[in-house]
């Protein structure tokens, strides 16, 4: 690992600090170094307040070195107005001669502007330093502006002989695969993710909640696909808790409130593309899929995914509701006490 490569891996590690924070803006990390010491790192605010390149500089006590030191950033930055002025002019302002970035940003408001104002400016600017690790951290961010959709998760557990669910449930509640730690792990998960999307057979059968109780964070907003409008009123995803959207056809289409939001597609092509599609209008960056079995397997079917996270238990159903198909090889294993987890990447 040279020089660059380390302080732009210091700017990976702490830009984690935003992550469920810091959406609609990408979660950047910097770090900034005088003589081989790191003097000011930073990371992006929530929405609305300072960038990552803000944050780093203004924790330098001694602004006057500024002018003999060098910037890290995991992406471009930015060179246009708006909640915050543009991090580049910053830059320029305090005369930081270096600035090392590990990838460009394919935001179309910035796509290189960035990077040239920078070099305009007589900044010496070196692009590309662990460029797959940086591009790999946006992910999220690249996959909503480029593909113009979610970054999408699909997340289920399975019993050790290949089975979602039982056949019938005694009573409206879920029946666990994987133990607490696991089920920890994925309320984690929850509050790192934009939303969490369900269809109605699950709500229907366990009446989930989709929050992050077992975890202190944000909760995700909850998708609920009920194309036919089958849910029962008491279903705890539209009890106007938390912010909620229900995918609906125009027959079953409901008064929307600040809450719970109706939204109606057309159901009878290209259901999974149409999701995305308002996913994508309500600005909504990443989504994790949870079943059931059906809806995930739509998504994979309609190859609309881009990480899988399974778990696989060590009780058995013998019969009941088959987990979804994926043919895909792991990326990543790793045993929880008694379960398993396994991570797909849709290449």
Excluded at 44 to 59: D, K, L, P, R, W
Excluded at 122 to 131: A, K, P, T, Y
Excluded at 165 to 187: D, G
Excluded at 324 to 330: E, F, G, Q, R, T
Aim: proline letters at 4%; glycine letters at 6%; one cysteine or more.
């Amino acid at each position: 690992m040279n020089i660059h490569e380390k302080y732009i891996s210091r700017c990976l590690q702490i830009a984690t600090n935003a992550l469920g924070n810091a959406r609609p803006n990408p979660m950047v990390g910097c770090v900034i170094v005088h003589n081989q010491i790191i003097i000011g790192e930073g990371y992006t605010s929530a929405y609305g307040y300072n960038h990552a390149e803000v944050n780093a500089i203004n924790s330098v006590k001694d602004k006057s070195i500024l002018k003999e030191a060098t910037i890290y950033v995991t992406l471009e930055p930015c060179s246009h107005f708006g909640k915050t002025p543009p991090c580049s002019d910053l830059i320029i302002k305090h005369k930081i001669p270096n600035v090392v970035i590990g990838t460009i940003d394919t935001h179309s408001k910035v796509a290189g502007r960035g990077i040239k104002k920078l070099k305009n400016a007589g900044c010496e600017v070196i692009v590309g330093i662990l460029e797959n690790e940086c591009q790999a951290h946006h992910k999220r961010f690249f996959t909503f502006h480029n593909k113009k959709r979610p970054y999408i998760i699909l997340k289920w557990a399975q019993t050790s002989d290949g089975f979602i669910s039982p056949e019938k449930t005694a009573k409206r509640a879920p029946v666990w695969i994987t133990n607490p730690y696991s089920r920890q792990l994925v309320h984690k998960w929850r509050a790192e993710e934009h939303a969490i999307l369900a269809g109605n057979k699950t709500v229907i059968e366990d009446n989930p909640k989709l929050t992050t109780r077992d975890w202190s964070g944000k909760d995700p907003i909850r998708i609920l696909i009920d194309l036919s409008g089958k849910i029962p009123e008491d279903s705890s995803i539209i009890d106007k808790t938390v912010k909620t959207i229900v995918i609906t056809s125009e027959n079953h289409k409901k008064q929307s409130s600040d809450t719970l939001v109706y939204e109606t597609i057309n159901s009878r092509s290209d259901v999974v593309q149409k999701i995305c599609n308002i996913l994508h209008k309500k600005e909504i960056q990443s989504v994790i899929i949870e079943g059931g079995s059906y809806t995930i397997q739509s998504f994979i079917d309609a190859n609309l995914w881009d990480e899988a996270r399974v778990f696989t238990g060590i009780n058995t159903f013998s019969k009941g509701i088959k987990a979804p198909i994926l043919k895909a090889k792991s990326i990543f294993q790793k045993k929880i006490i008694t379960d398993t987890l396994k991570i797909y990447q849709n290449d």
